[in-house]
């Protein structure tokens, strides 16, 4: 609750100035080209902000030429896995070969190939970016049968080795044992022309020892969310996985959405998805509640030597390097998260990445009108995962992780995680102000800026004003110009709305003096600059996930095609996007959808 009563407290501040064919699984043959792999690994840094530009990753092999001249992979039956899996080679695996639910000690995976759908599969859309920036496949693959039985699970790589990940957690602050990959299969690695390692995993592929009571399949509805919030979510500019397609089937799969006791039938689907890795907290609590203690030794080890490339392995103290960095990297998303509105919906430590990545899309949702206790999953009758809450929860992963590396510390390391962990609350503070003077164009920081932000998100609470929009609009004001208060027309529907509250004119007085602190040559056009960078005008409303999901039940794939372009680009202007209404005032209806966690 501590950073939620300091979000309070900022706002009492207030107070005192206001008194293809699917079904047989096939295998892609013996005779597969070699990839290139002559090139350096490089771990990849979801936090390196400067990953957000457009980067080209390409490679070699029999291939055609894109726009800037590089190489990219023609054939689908040209491109393969890494040489050298790393998690199917580095961790014992489940001695049981049979897929059935089940109980699995002492071991991080266990094989598990992807169930064929019984239908023919249809390919909704494919992320061009994820394919040939990350993949090195050129757009042309996608025509072909082998790309789209490989995505859909109806194939696989004959040298790669599919695995379902074991993991444990705490699922509303309960620990719920034995959890694992219970819809997911993790394809194999594979290295790209910039020596990056990714894990390919499909998401709906069927049972695996970890589906518990479920089948294993995900539906188109919950797939489409998934899939186009992974692809937004990095072009945002938050640590996120990515998508690289979606495909349906007319496999029937029966899912009681809101848990009324009102099943209905709907269509499989599967996202295939990507990430550095798909380590969770999980992961590691898991091994640690069971007393596993030499394999969670192995995997901790596994994951600072891979993805924590700065810290030394041959440090006595490398766990705690490892929270702290775990801590500033979650930080960092937990803020990010806040400063565009987002709220994931289901916090629980199984879907908490240790590389701090926005995983495991379920029941998310993007503010519209500010209200902090927004709690986008229907099924969270407690509002434990509201997005006000999410950086105490952040707070209660995180100790969680601490406990979990418990085993590996002595007494005095022990102790010293706790101070470490201490530090959370002051790192997210000011990380969070810096997200927030960012949002209004301000440079370096002032005393008043805490009363600044408190005060506005405290008038758009009382006036519903729309979060996204009316960050945005504040950069189109014109005020370095004149003393006189600006005209807020109705192109600016979101400051209308939050021009009804009295403070407002008095807030925006200050905000021009505030303003003028940034130097002489502020201008207008320079403020406006700074905040359209980040401060979008396009999220992925539920109200649009929702159109899509509809024409895409009917065959109609084309709105979520669009949505995957228009997202690609949330800070530009964009016609198209204007004139579907996706930068206007939510429809009436859009206030009725509803979304959980049945998926």
Request: charged share 25%.
């Amino acid at each position: 609750m501590m950073l939620i009563i300091w979000t309070l407290c900022l706002t009492l501040l207030i107070t005192c100035t206001a008194s293809n064919e699917g079904g047989d699984l096939h295998d892609l043959g013996d005779e597969q080209p070699n990839h290139d792999e002559n090139c350096n690994e490089q771990k990849i840094d979801p936090h390196d902000k400067t990953k957000y530009t457009d980067q080209k990753h390409r490679t070699g092999g029999s291939c055609s030429a894109d726009e800037d001249g590089t190489s990219l992979v023609a054939s689908f039956e040209d491109w393969k896995f890494a040489e050298k899996q790393l998690l199917a080679e580095s961790f014992p695996l489940d001695p049981e070969k049979d897929n059935f639910v089940r109980q699995v000690p002492n071991a991080v995976f266990s094989v598990v190939h992807p169930i064929p759908f019984e239908t023919p599969v249809k390919l909704v859309a494919v992320s061009q970016e994820v394919l040939t920036d990350i993949l090195d496949l050129d757009p042309n693959v996608t025509s072909g049968d082998f790309f789209l039985a490989f995505v859909s699970g109806n194939t696989f790589l004959q040298d790669s080795t599919p695995l379902a990940h074991r993991y444990g957690g705490h699922q509303f602050g309960s620990w719920s044992g034995q959890l694992g990959d219970g819809r997911a299969v993790t394809l194999g690695e594979y290295v790209n022309s910039e020596g990056e390692r990714w894990e390919l995993q499909l998401k709906g592929s069927g049972k695996t020892p970890y589906s518990r009571h479920g089948d294993g399949r995900a539906v188109l509805r919950s797939s489409v969310r998934e899939f186009l919030v992974s692809e937004a979510m990095y072009h945002l500019g938050i640590p996120t996985t990515r998508a690289l397609s979606l495909v349906v089937s007319n496999d029937p799969v029966w899912r009681d959405q809101f848990y009324d006791g009102h099943p209905k039938q709907e269509r499989g689907a599967v996202v295939l998805r990507l990430a550095p890795s798909w380590f969770r907290i999980g992961s590691l609590e898991i091994l640690a509640t069971n007393g596993e203690i030499d394999l969670l030794r192995k995997l901790t080890d596994f994951i600072i030597k891979n993805y924590f490339p700065d810290i030394d392995m041959d440090d006595k103290d490398r766990y705690l390097a490892f929270l702290t960095e775990v801590i500033t990297q979650t930080v960092d998303m937990i803020v990010s998260w806040m400063a565009i509105g987002f709220a994931h919906g289901v916090m629980n430590t199984d879907n908490f990445s240790i590389l701090s990545l926005t995983i495991d899309y379920g029941p998310f949702g993007f503010l519209d009108g500010y209200k902090p206790s927004f709690v986008p999953n229907t099924s969270d009758d407690e509002g434990r995962y509201s997005y006000e809450k999410q950086p105490d929860i952040a707070y209660y992963n995180l100790d969680k992780l601490r406990e979990a590396l418990g085993p590996l510390l002595d007494e005095e390391q022990q102790k010293q995680a706790k101070t470490i962990l201490s530090g959370y609350t002051e790192k997210y503070k000011v990380e969070f102000m810096d997200a927030f003077r960012d949002k209004l164009g301000l440079y370096i920081e002032e005393p008043e800026d805490e009363y600044m932000v408190a005060v506005l998100l405290q008038m758009m609470q009382e006036t519903e004003a729309d979060f996204t929009m009316t960050f945005r609009q504040l950069g189109d004001l014109p005020l370095m110009g004149s003393a006189d208060p600006p005209i807020i027309d109705d192109s600016l529907w979101a400051l209308k709305q939050l021009n009804t509250h009295r403070m407002f004119p008095h807030w925006l007085k200050l905000y021009r003096q505030r303003l003028q602190k940034n130097g002489d040559d502020e201008t207008d056009e320079g403020r406006q600059q700074r905040t359209k960078g980040v401060n979008p005008k396009y999220i992925l409303r539920n109200w649009m996930a929702q159109q899509a999901i509809e024409k895409a039940e009917k065959d109609d794939f084309s709105q979520v095609q669009s949505l995957l372009q228009i997202l690609s680009r949330p800070f530009d202007d964009q016609p198209d996007a204007d004139e579907a209404g996706y930068a206007s005032e939510i429809p009436e209806w859009a206030k009725d959808v509803r979304v959980s966690c049945s998926s």
